[in-house]
């Protein structure tokens, strides 16, 4: 192939549970990821070295230096098959960089997928989720799709039944947050607090929720152990999530570490609906409706090498 194209979803998590933090700077997390049609597209096309552009939303705000999760991907992938090997990356974003919904991540699943078929490798997903693993917390679960729980740093994933489709809202804010300082924000208002915080558990009736397709049970259990740290650094996203339960969200909850803010719907219309009453009564800039699970990254188009 010259040209592999692949489409990636983003992700809303909901059920985020934050242990204490460890030595190592870490905190062991029960973390519910739930893969929505929201998505970049990664185009990889044969080159000589690995370079990354971006196009669309928010190209301006992804960096395209070693920095770059595709990139890094990539070079992970060739040095895993013990090559040198090149490609052009071209991102085409429609996920919110920084904004809690594991972009960055998925277009590093992206590119796994694209060169692995670029450069006919053919390795196995397993392979694929080990490289993952190495790359980022949030990766390897971009890489599967779906709904599944991780656990450790998030990483160690179990896929979740689910017994229907799910629709949502999500209130685009404008500029992103570094996970990493709402992290630390997190742990910050928990010393201060000087409360015990306990080991992270997961919530059996929201994992009963998704299994049964209620979405009103749903949304009684969404939750986010970053929402006050979210909201502390970004004070404004509180009516944002407000106006979401005025306009009937049944669940309202900042995805990840923000600052995107999820609203379940009860279904496509009400979804519809909620997102056009976000933006004209001015609670949220941009809303998108969108539904889950969707699958992971997607091959859309594959070009033959031209000889």
């Known amino acids: 192939m010259s040209s592999v194209t692949v489409r990636v979803p983003a992700k809303v998590n909901v059920q985020l549970s934050v242990g204490p933090l460890r030595e190592d700077g870490y905190h062991d997390l029960v973390n519910v990821f739930h893969a929505v049609s929201i998505f970049d597209e990664v185009v990889a096309k044969e080159s000589e070295s690995i370079t990354v552009s971006v196009t669309g939303k928010w190209s301006d705000q992804v960096p395209v230096d070693d920095s770059n999760l595709a990139i890094r991907a990539a070079r992970a992938l060739a040095k895993h098959a013990g090559r040198t090997y090149g490609a052009d990356l071209i991102i085409q974003k429609d996920i919110p960089v920084a904004g809690g919904m594991a972009g960055g991540s998925a277009d590093a699943a992206g590119a796994l997928?694209?060169?692995?078929?670029?450069?006919?490798?053919?390795?196995?997903?397993?392979?694929?989720?080990?490289?993952?693993?190495?790359?980022?917390?949030?990766?390897?679960?971009?890489?599967?799709?779906?709904?599944?729980?991780?656990?450790?740093?998030?990483?160690?994933?179990?896929?979740?039944?689910?017994?229907?489709?799910?629709?949502?809202?999500?209130?685009?804010?404008?500029?992103?947050?570094?996970?990493?300082?709402?992290?630390?924000?997190?742990?910050?208002?928990?010393?201060?607090?000087?409360?015990?915080?306990?080991?992270?558990?997961?919530?059996?009736?929201?994992?009963?929720?998704?299994?049964?397709?209620?979405?009103?049970?749903?949304?009684?259990?969404?939750?986010?152990d970053l929402q006050p740290a979210a909201l502390n650094l970004r004070p404004e996203l509180a009516p944002t999530l407000e106006a979401g339960r005025q306009h009937g969200a049944l669940g309202a909850i900042v995805s990840g570490s923000g600052p995107t803010c999820a609203f379940l719907a009860i279904d496509a219309l009400h979804a519809r609906d909620l997102a056009l009453s976000l933006t004209t009564t001015g609670a949220a800039h941009t809303a998108v409706a969108a539904h889950g699970p969707v699958n992971g990254p997607v091959h859309g188009t594959a070009v033959p090498r031209r000889h």
Not at 161 to 173: D, K, N, Q, R, S
Not at 176 to 189: F, I, N, P, Q
């Open 113 to 224: 997928v694209a060169c692995n078929e670029l450069w006919g490798l053919g390795l196995p997903f397993d392979d694929l989720m080990e490289i993952a693993g190495d790359l980022g917390s949030d990766v390897p679960f971009s890489l599967l799709g779906g709904t599944a729980v991780g656990t450790g740093r998030g990483e160690q994933l179990t896929e979740l039944p689910t017994g229907g489709t799910f629709h949502w809202v999500f209130a685009l804010a404008d500029g992103g947050l570094s996970t990493a300082s709402v992290y630390a924000e997190c742990d910050r208002l928990r010393k201060a607090s000087g409360a015990e915080v306990p080991w992270p558990q997961l919530n059996d009736s929201l994992v009963e929720a998704l299994g049964t397709g209620d979405a009103y049970a749903l949304g009684a259990h969404l939750s986010n």
